[in-house]
Nanobody, 129 residues
Framework: VRLVESGGGLVQTGGSLTLSCAAS????????IGWFRQAPGKEREGVSC????????YYLDSVKGRFTISSDNAKNTVYLQMNSLKPEDTAVYYC???????????????????????WGKGTLVTVSS
């Protein structure tokens, strides 16, 4: 499995960024693909995922209406469009694959169970105030 994130950077409050996760080494439809983030001094958390719920997508409450996840299956790439960014969105954002959990309530903390080899190396997003 190979997951390569890109698109992070420094942006002002209210700005936008689009993260990309280029995936290879597995069958795209066999896993959910998600974005997780870890801010300094905080626990990692699930932000958004695709093919992970009955509705196909999941969003952390704090990013609903601002972030949009999408995929291009032909390119084996998942995107996270982030709009109206806030300083509290500052974190390293990771792409990971996992098996769909029995409930969306488990997605925020599912990172505990994702094997080390199912993660990308992360991309830093910094939102200045």
């Amino acid at each position: 499995v190979r997951l390569v994130e890109s698109g992070g950077g420094l942006v002002q409050t209210g700005g936008s960024l689009t993260l990309s996760c280029a995936a290879s080494g597995f069958t795209f439809g066999d896993y959910a693909i998600g974005w997780f983030r870890q801010a300094p001094g905080k626990e990692r958390e699930g932000v958004s995922c695709i093919s992970c719920t009955d509705d196909n997508t999941y969003y952390l409450d704090s990013v609903k209406g601002r972030f949009t996840i999408s995929s291009d299956n032909a390119k084996n790439t998942v995107y996270l469009q982030m709009n109206s960014l806030k300083p509290e969105d500052t974190a390293v954002y990771y792409c990971a694959i996992f098996h769909r959990p029995p409930s969306p309530d488990l997605i925020r903390t599912i990172w505990y169970s994702i094997p080390a080899g199912h993660w990308g190396k992360g991309t830093l997003v910094t939102v200045s105030s």
